[in-house]
């Protein structure tokens, strides 16, 4: 049993553990604590809106890149290849990516202050998650350090 959790913990599982609240959160927030109601004429809740579906659109398209390789495991599955093209060329971690920003595009489209507190929370969550595969990564792949030098991390031409 000893044996399993070591695994468990070594694939990154706690991060993933812990993943399920912090979503949960980020779409849960600015529903209790924002607008009761979406007005298509209101500027910032249609900017909003259109974060989140960039957002989406972006981690979409990772999940989509990885096909077979996807897990929710932060280390890579054995044979897995590094991507380095396509959605990948503009962003390391698109489907991370994504959830921060379709999180602070929900908190927006909800005018949930309290939503865009715990989009901190997602993104910082997102950005040490990252970090933590990265270092994995970085011991799988020999052009690993090469590509985060060219590629931004979490937002495309951001971050």
Do not use: C
């Not at 974060?51 to 932060?74: E, I, K, M, S, Y």
């Not at 599955?77 to 994504?98: E, F, K, M, N, T």
């Amino acid at each position: 049993m000893g044996a399993g959790r070591s695994e468990f913990a070594a694939r990154g599982g706690w991060w993933v553990v812990a993943q399920a609240p912090v979503m949960l959160g980020a779409v849960l927030a600015p529903l209790l604590w924002g607008a009761r109601s979406f007005d298509g004429t209101n500027a910032i809740q249609v900017a909003g809106a259109t974060v989140t579906a960039l957002g989406v659109l972006l981690g979409l398209a990772g999940l989509a890149t990885l096909g077979r390789a996807l897990t929710p495991f932060p280390r890579p599955l054995a044979r897995a290849q590094l991507r380095q093209s396509g959605v990948y060329g503009l962003v390391r971690h698109p489907i991370y990516g994504g959830v921060v920003l379709a999180s602070l595009g929900w908190s927006v489209t909800w005018l949930s202050l309290p939503g865009l507190a715990f989009w901190v929370v997602v993104a910082l969550f997102f950005d040490r998650k990252s970090a933590f595969e990265e270092r994995l990564l970085l011991g799988r792949f020999p052009d690993y350090a090469s590509y985060t030098a060219r590629v931004g991390k979490l937002i495309p031409w951001i971050y």
